[in-house]
């Protein structure tokens, strides 16, 4: 008999999808940001469609290889060799990107400290996702004692 | 060992064991009269051994072959997991994963991982996984929702 509580394949395939969906948006609108502070340092007040759709294009392309290749690493319960590589990886291809697509006028530093700005956004990114499963850890271990008290009564 | 049976009209009913060692035999007598209800029956390499239900950690299916786990024994035991979730209806047990039960009375500790998986710790200090499969419907159980 089938179990209609338990996830077909079908929504654990959706779920991936939501996560890598807002992946993206999370780290297009970090690296947006950082992109419209570099114009408005150079006095440019507006932002290139195609710089804009490029890197939210990249966004998801490279949340695709975060989840499926590189252990989803910005959730990782801890930050090992793994991670760290993962993250290294996502960088360079970030930089690359912005390299050829010309987001910072092919500046070396600019590209540098973008490359910092993504590696510190992942940093955070992690300690984000850690701080809300130890919020959880609580909220978990509170509802299991109420549970174990509640059964002991019965 | 000689079996004497009485039947009787009125008063209550008792059974008597008199015995001069407690073998595994008279223990397993013991054990059925106490509380059957209560208890697991369970092979190990001593023999037939018993358990309170209550006692049982988790349960884990290797090889079509049960599993039960308490503090200090494992014994093998008849049927399957689906079997004994289904002869347990006080809800203290859980389907954590395809091949395991656990006792939530008897989970130490709750800690949240990544990808919806949680780890419980046991009160034998074993780590088990739920994993994201089974993790929300634990969350309900929790909740008093299932």
């Known amino acids: ?154 | 060992m000689k079996i004497d049976i009485q039947k009787i009209t009125d008063g209550e009913e008792s059974v008597v064991v008199r015995y001069i060692e407690r073998t595994p035999m008279i223990n397993r007598i013991i054990g059925i009269l106490e509380n059957p209800e209560n208890k697991l029956w369970g092979k190990t390499e001593s023999g037939s051994v018993c358990a309170d239900i209550a006692d049982l950690l988790y349960l884990e299916s290797v090889d079509d072959k049960l599993f039960a786990y308490t503090g200090d024994k494992v014994m093998r035991i008849e049927g399957t997991l689906n079997s004994f979730m289904m002869d347990m209806d006080d809800g203290s047990f859980f389907r954590c994963s395809k091949s395991m039960v656990i006792n939530v009375n008897r989970v130490k500790a709750l800690r949240s991982l990544s990808s919806n998986r949680i780890d419980a710790t046991m009160e034998g200090g074993e780590h088990i996984i739920i994993s994201r499969r089974y993790a929300s419907d634990f969350r309900r159980l929790l909740k008093g929702e299932r």
């Open chain 1, 1 to 154: 008999m089938k179990d209609d509580k338990k996830l077909t394949l079908w929504e654990r395939y959706l779920t991936q999808e939501i996560g890598i969906e807002f992946k993206a948006c999370l780290y297009f609108f970090a690296f947006l940001f950082f992109y419209c502070c570099y114009r408005m340092l150079n006095g440019i007040f507006d932002a290139s469609i195609l710089h804009m759709t490029v890197l939210i294009f990249t966004c998801y392309f490279i949340g695709y290889i975060q989840v499926y290749l590189l252990w989803n690493f910005d959730e990782a319960d801890s930050l090992g060799v793994r991670e760290i590589f993962g993250m290294v990886i996502c960088t360079a291809l970030y930089c690359i990107v912005s390299w050829f697509g010309n987001w910072f006028d092919k500046r070396i530093v600019v590209t540098l400290v973008f490359a910092a700005y993504i590696l510190l956004t992942y940093f955070c990114v992690f300690l984000i996702y850690r701080s809300k499963r130890r919020i959880d850890d609580k909220k978990l271990n509170e509802e299991l004692r109420l549970f174990q008290t509640n059964h002991q009564k019965k």
